[in-house]
């Protein structure tokens, strides 16, 4: 009589089809990060060599190439500005309006927010920039 010795479990693990699921996860939220766009307003901003950071804590005003007006994101037209500037000072602490105008902006309607802005009761202008890398 034979006695059959005891049979072998396998105990081996193949990650293959592991390493397959976790490489094609990876690889679809890498190409669908690269689509992803961030919301926002784009500006050119002028250059300057003095430029130094500021921490915007008042109200935003953005001016695009097209002269379109944006408030802290929101679009506005030149006619809605005072009232809505005037309502957002009571709202904030600081009271600086940010302007953030494209370069290739009118000169004339800068000057145009900036007089709005000041009749809106603020009590600070600051106009945005970027850091020139060269000086000359």
């Given amino acids: 009589m034979e006695f059959e010795g005891r049979k072998k479990i396998n105990t ?3 990650i293959a089809p592991l390493i397959d699921v976790v490489f094609q996860l ?12 961030q919301p926002g307003i ?3 901003l002028p250059a ?3 430029a130094q950071p500021q921490q915007e804590e008042g109200l935003t005003v953005f001016i695009t190439k097209d002269n379109e007006l944006y408030l802290n994101q ?4 030149l006619e809605d500005l005072p009232g809505r500037l005037k ?9 600086t309006v940010v302007i953030k105008a494209d370069e290739k902006i009118n ?13 809106a009761e603020a009590q600070g202008l600051v106009i945005s920039t970027t850091k020139e890398e060269d000086a000359r």
């Fill in 12 to 14: 081996d693990l193949n």
């Fill in 26 to 37: 990876l690889l679809f939220f890498m190409l669908t990060a690269n689509f992803i766009t």
């Fill in 42 to 44: 784009k500006l050119a």
């Fill in 48 to 50: 300057a060599v003095s």
């Fill in 74 to 77: 929101a679009r506005v037209s």
């Fill in 87 to 95: 309502s957002g000072m009571i709202t904030v602490k600081k009271k």
């Fill in 107 to 119: 000169f004339g309607f800068a000057v145009k927010v900036m007089d709005i802005a000041k009749l």
